[in-house]
């Protein structure tokens, strides 16, 4: 069964244009997730793309106890909420358990289930009863023809929809593989599909007490991904990766994003 596009106020899902799914990886402070938004609405204004705008108010699964998390569900997800009415653009953030789902929908244009929680069924039935989009990570665990099970679900849930994310699949220790393969075999199955470039890269643990990653090949990745014909593209950015406070290594400067983003959109032209 296909999914069919559908709209996210003014992005179109599924459609022949390239949409992205950008921000920084954690909600650091208000100000600072604030400065975030209006750089990057910028950005998409002067290439004229659209965008999805992301950022988690909970990192619940960081490798240290000790390594920051987030200011929580209900403030984070106002601050979300204001950010997207005020600048006119959907917004995204992780959910972790059905409880947070109903919260998070009241301010939430696309519920995000991380891939280590996408085979959680009331996770994904409670996101699919709200009504909102749902954006599923597939997990690394799981080979692209596994996610079919993860759209049954969600189509049995009520939910028609809905995105699949591939975001790299784990390859021995504190290491993930991209296989572009990956992509050509989700969409195949119907799925609108999208591609994780800064998670891909990422070296889970590698750092010891932190997650480390590879930042400089998330731009590489995405252009062989847009190649192969997927829908959109998540791309985490931060003014200064070295001090951000999750994901530094993986997250591509703010002063790249421009050239990065015009170099995705020239491929995907050239495919139409």
Request: glycine share 10%; aromatic share 8%.
């Amino acid at each position: 069964m296909k999914t069919q596009p559908f709209q996210l106020k003014d992005v179109t899902i599924g459609g022949e244009d390239l949409f992205f799914i950008l921000g920084p990886c954690a909600i650091e402070s208000e100000e600072f997730t604030w400065h975030m938004a209006r750089e990057i609405k910028k950005i998409a204004d002067e290439l004229g793309i659209q965008f999805i705008f992301k950022a988690s108010f909970d990192k619940a699964n960081r490798t240290s106890v000790s390594s920051y998390r987030g200011p929580g569900v209900k403030e984070g997800c106002e601050l979300m909420g204001a950010i997207g009415k005020e600048l006119g653009v959907p917004v995204t953030t992780d959910i972790h358990t059905p409880e947070q789902a109903a919260i998070a929908a009241e301010h939430i244009d696309l519920l995000q289930i991380p891939a280590f929680l996408c085979r959680q069924t009331d996770l994904l039935q409670a996101c699919a009863e709200t009504g909102k989009a749902v954006n599923v990570k597939k997990g690394q665990f799981l080979a692209p023809w596994d996610v079919k099970n993860i759209a049954d679900k969600m189509r049995a849930f009520g939910c028609e929809k809905f995105l699949l994310t591939e975001r790299g699949t784990s390859f021995g220790y504190n290491n993930l593989v991209a296989d572009m393969r990956s992509l050509y075999w989700m969409a195949e199955q119907g799925n609108l599909t999208i591609f994780d470039a800064t998670h891909s890269v990422q070296r889970p643990g590698g750092d010891g007490g932190t997650t480390g990653g590879d930042g400089v090949l998330a731009p590489v990745l995405a252009r062989a991904a847009v190649a192969t014909g997927v829908n959109g593209v998540f791309m985490e950015t931060h003014e200064n990766p070295a001090e951000a406070m999750s994901d530094g290594p993986n997250q591509v400067p703010l002063a790249e994003l421009k050239d990065v983003l015009k170099s995705l959109v020239a491929i995907n032209n050239c495919l139409k």
